[in-house]
């Protein structure tokens, strides 16, 4: 089992920035990679940003250049910097966590920017 903590969401000018962090504890050890998702009203789900246990990263197109995705070692705290924050970006975020047996979600963290 893991569990999953947000935090650092919160309401931020356009042009500003945020940092969300997710705490992962339990078998953390199991797990493969870890990801941010969002969540806007009236919209699915989407991948944000990927990060392995190896370190390997990747990026939706809307946040390429403007976020980026970090973690210590060993996976047990993952970060997601924002940065130039647009309208758009307002959702509900959601840290996950892959592991060969399941998959784990955040209760989500909200991040609003303002016009």
């Known amino acids: 089992q893991v569990q999953l903590a947000e935090s650092g969401g919160g309401l931020v000018q356009a042009g500003g920035s945020l940092r969300l962090s997710c705490a992962a504890s339990?078998?953390?050890?199991?797990?493969?990679?870890m990801d941010w998702y969002r969540q806007a009203p009236g919209k699915q789900r989407e991948l944000v940003a990927t990060?392995?246990?190896?370190?390997?990263?990747n990026y939706a197109d809307s946040v390429k250049g403007r976020f980026t995705i970090s973690r210590d070692n060993p996976m047990n705290l993952m970060y997601l910097q924002m940065n130039s924050l647009k309208p758009e970006d307002t959702a509900v975020y959601y840290c996950?966590?892959?592991?060969?047996?399941?998959?784990?979600w955040g209760q989500g963290t909200q991040v609003t920017v303002s016009s």
């Open positions: 339990g078998s953390i050890s199991s797990i493969l990679t």
């Open positions: 990060i392995t246990s190896g370190g390997s990263t």
């Open positions: 996950h966590a892959h592991t060969w047996r399941n998959d784990y």
